[in-house]
Every structure is written in structure tokens, then in C-alpha cells.
């Protein structure tokens, strides 16, 4: 082989690229919103479509759907930022401590500095006093606070120290289905091996511990199953655990020794009546010592969701409960090599667990604004459930909490072979004729998994309110003339 041919093939290529990164897949960013973005190009540069805009409700990005954000947080921000306007009387006295007290715990007194691995000391401690009163008196240690590039980061750490083995023995981890993308795609990454059990549809999408125990018995003829992941309230479906139902999960963690999960990202997003949200870790300590002992648990949270919305901020952190002390020196020893999360992300979840509090000046502010954007999210989450269960063949379970609805979409026979004949899931099939036809950007329920035979569409309630009721009303007759077409 001559020189110059063997210095223009690449070193790099398909075939020996990590086979682990080509099994990766993320719908939420997948395809049908890769063509959305192509079709915002194609509008402005003048092609005619039977639509004048994209709306992507395909992602649970609420500013960009409008959502404004709390003043009190960009006012301490925009101080932490430039530290000139605390000199500035426009601002509010608690806005100003808060800064202060943010910047005297960064180098140098500067937002722009490394903080320490595990994350700002004064805002670890914040976490812990945030958790505490959450979880009503509940202790927690600030330095089993780890604060991380969003959830997600979190998330990915403690899948790399839990992931192990070869063979029968590789680590399996147990996840819902549908499941947030995040995970079948860190799981493929890792080369561990994703458990499916899935939740109820037919009783709001709740989860059985009898689907558990099958699940985990499957898993065990083939892996070894360490873990087992919750999202609560649940992306993308929408349901809220009862305290119950996460009783019955601990014990079955115990029974069974897995390490527990809790991506607790919606925790404030709750609308249903009858329904509350209950932290994992609270109750593992109020079931008693020969649980809260001995049950393994990380619980995530983030800045990105809630009433917040910052997702841009990627703030976030993780609490470990009952890490054996050489893993936790080793999940320090991981979380240095990148030397440390965003400092402005590690800032904002420090406003979001130590806001204003009464008799602040900007408490009435704050708890107002708070108030309208829970309030608005809780109309809109009714709204998308009655008016998609006005469509014949689409079915909505109510919107108990998070940011999204996941309905069952019935499709024809002749629906279903054109799409397999394109060699497309049906629902996708579905999703970017949607796309093509009305703009609006959803993602394929194959996206997040599903039971054979269903097929099904995530739908963010995010957008504003008179926007979500064109978005509703366009998918309704999308639906109708998609059916009378395939009939």
C-alpha cells in the first residue's frame, strides 16, 4: 500500500470507531427533530409550506417555549456575574447577600474560577438544609452532596461506577418502560446491559412490583442486575408515585439488593388532585432503620425543570445515602477529572434551594411568580388530557405531574405497512408526517419504548397556553385526516 494511500484513509473511521457510541440513540434529539430544523431553514428562506412556523414540543425546554424566568434568580445571577451591580440600588437587599455570599464561597470571589470537584462548599450545605426541610427533618450530610452538570451528569457517574463484569456476569440495570432516553443511551455507551420493566398504561401509567420481580428474573438468566432506576414524576409519562407504591420498591431493593436511582428532576411539578410527591429518600427513613441503614440510594435533581426551567444553567446535584466510604473516595476520585460543574449552574441551584424566604423583599415576588408558572402548567396539563381524549383513537392518561403527555395513538393496518415498508417505526412514520403536514415537532413513543403492538407520541405541555390550543387543535385534525387517508 503506497504511502499517500494509507495517509488518506482515516484513522478514525465507522468501523473502528467505539461500537458502543454507534448503538447509542437519543429520540428526543433524533431525527424527526433534525427535519424540523432543516424545515425552520427551508421557511425562512421563502419555501411555501401549509405552515408559517415550527413548533417544537418535542423537549422539555421551557424558556424556549416562552416560559420567563424568576427575577429574583437572574437578578443574584446577573450580581455574581458582574459584581459592579451589587453597588447598584435597583437591586433588592436579599438578592444582594445572596450574592455575596455565592461569590465569598468562589476563588478569588469570581463565578469565573474552578470551585472544588464535589462542588461549592456554602451551596452543598444549602442542598442539605433544602433536603432536611423537604423531607421533614430527615438529616443530610453536605458532603454527601454532589453537585453536577445538570441531573444528567449525575446520572451517567453513578451508572460508571455501578457497571462491571463480563459476560452473565455484566452488569444489568433495571429501567421503566417508555424510559427517558438518557438512559438506554448511557447504558449503551457503557456496554451494560438495560432491563426493561413496564409500567401499568392501563392504571395511569403506575408501576407493579409483580412486573419487577418478572423482569428481574428474566435479567437474571442472562446479567447480573445491580440497579434499579425510578423517574418520578415520570418523563415521559406523567404519572406521580404514591407513597405506597415507593414503599413497596424499597422493599423490593432491599429483597433483592439493588442499588436505587431516583431522578426526582419534577419533584415541584405535580398538578393532579390526590396526588404529592414523595422523595425516595424520606421515605426509606420513615420505614426505620432496617431500610434506611442498608438501602443504597442516589437521588437527582436539577435547575432544568420545576418552575425553574433553566435548563441552559446545566445545574444540578446528586445525594448518595449508605455509599460504601472506598466507592464514594472512588465517585470523588471520577468527578475531579472534570474538575468541577458550571459555577454559574452550582450558583442558580443554590437560589433554587435557598430562595427568598418571608419577609424578604423579594419574597412577595418570588412566590407570586412561582405560584402563576405551576398554575399555568397545571391548566395546560389539563387542557392537553381533555382535549386529545376528544380524539377518536387517541387515548391520554391524565397528566398527573412533569411536563409531558405520552397518549396512545390507534394507527390503520395500512398505516403500519407503509411505514414498515419505509423501514420506519409506525409512530415515527406518524410523527414526521405530522411534522410535514402541520409543523408541530413531537417525538415517536419508539423513541422512549413500548409495548409491542402500541404505538405512542411525547408531547410537552410547555408551550404558552393560546399556542398549546392551536398545537392541540392541529393534531386533532392531523389525526382524523391521517386515519381517513389509511382507512
Known amino acids: 500500500m503506497s504511502v499517500q494511500r494509507m495517509m488518506a484513509e482515516k484513522v478514525l473511521t465507522v468501523d473502528t470507531m467505539n461500537s458502543c457510541v454507534k448503538k447509542v440513540e437519543y429520540a428526543v434529539r433524533g431525527p424527526i427533530v433534525l427535519r424540523a430544523v432543516q424545515i425552520e431553514k427551508e421557511l425562512k428562506e421563502g419555501v411555501q409550506k401549509p405552515f408559517s412556523e415550527v413548533i417544537k414540543a418535542n423537549i422539555g425546554d421551557a424558556h424556549a417555549m416562552g416560559q420567563q424566568p424568576i427575577t429574583f434568580f437572574r437578578q443574584v445571577l446577573a450580581m455574581c456575574s458582574y459584581p459592579e451591580l451589587l453597588d447598584d440600588d435597583r437591586f433588592p437587599e436579599d438578592a444582594k447577600g445572596r450574592a455575596r455570599r455565592i461569590l465569598q464561597g468562589c476563588g478569588g470571589q469570581s463565578i469565573g474560577a474552578y470551585s472544588a470537584s464535589q462542588g461549592i462548599e456554602c451551596v452543598r450545605q444549602d442542598v442539605a438544609r433544602y433536603v432536611e426541610r423537604r423531607d421533614g427533618g430527615v438529616p443530610s450530610d453536605p458532603d454527601n452532596i454532589y453537585l453536577t452538570t445538570g441531573a444528567s451528569d449525575g446520572i451517567v457517574t453513578m451508572l460508571k461506577l455501578l457497571v462491571a463484569g463480563e459476560g452473565r456476569s455484566r452488569t444489568g440495570v433495571m429501567i421503566s418502560i417508555p424510559q427517558y432516553p438518557l438512559y438506554s443511551a448511557a447504558l449503551a455507551e457503557l456496554g451494560a446491559v438495560q432491563v426493561n420493566y413496564f409500567l401499568n398504561e392501563e392504571r395511569c401509567w403506575s408501576l407493579d412490583v409483580s412486573e419487577l420481580r418478572r423482569a428481574l428474573a428474566d435479567a437474571r438468566r442472562h446479567c447480573n442486575p445491580r440497579a434499579l432506576c425510578i423517574i418520578n414524576p415520570g418523563n415521559p409519562t406523567g404519572q406521580v408515585q404514591s407513597r405506597q407504591c415507593i414503599e413497596d420498591v424499597i422493599r423490593f431493593a432491599a429483597k433483592e439488593r439493588l442499588f436505587l436511582m431516583a431522578d426526582e428532576v419534577y419533584q415541584d411539578n405535580v398538578y393532579a388532585e390526590g396526588c404529592e410527591f414523595h422523595s425516595f429518600k424520606k421515605v426509606l427513613f420513615e420505614m426505620g432503620p432496617e431500610f434506611s441503614s442498608t438501602v443504597e440510594l442516589a437521588s437527582f435533581h436539577s435547575t432544568s425543570k420545576c418552575y425553574m426551567g433553566e435548563c441552559g444553567f446545566r445545574g444540578g446535584y446528586m445525594e448518595v445515602v449508605n455509599m460504601d466510604p472506598e466507592v464514594k473516595a472512588q465517585l470523588t476520585k471520577l468527578v475531579s477529572v472534570r474538575l468541577c460543574p458550571p459555577v454559574p449552574g452550582q450558583a442558580l441551584m443554590d437560589l433554587v434551594v435557598n430562595p427568598p424566604q418571608p419577609g424578604e423583599p423579594s419574597y412577595s415576588t418570588f412566590i407570586r411568580e412561582r405560584k402563576a408558572t405551576l398554575s399555568s402548567l397545571a391548566e395546560r396539563a389539563r387542557l392537553t ?65 413500548q409495548r409491542d403492538g402500541t404505538f405512542h407520541f411525547r408531547m410537552t405541555i410547555l408551550p404558552p397556553t393560546d399556542k398549546l390550543k392551536i398545537l392541540l387543535s392541529k393534531v386533532k385534525d392531523f389525526h382524523q385526516r391521517f386515519i381517513q387517508q389509511y382507512s
Request: net charge negative.
Open 385 to 449: 388530557e381533555q382535549i386529545l381524549n376528544t380524539v377518536p383513537g387517541i387515548a391520554c392518561n391524565p397528566v398527573q405531574g412533569a411536563m409531558y403527555s405520552f397518549p396512545r395513538v390507534t394507527l390503520p393496518a395500512r398505516a403500519i405497512r407503509e411505514a414498515e415498508e419505509r423501514g420506519q417505526a409506525p409512530d415515527m412514520f406518524y410523527c414526521m408526517k405530522l411534522l410535514e403536514e402541520t409543523g408541530i415537532c413531537l417525538v415517536p413513543g419508539s423513541g422512549f419504548g
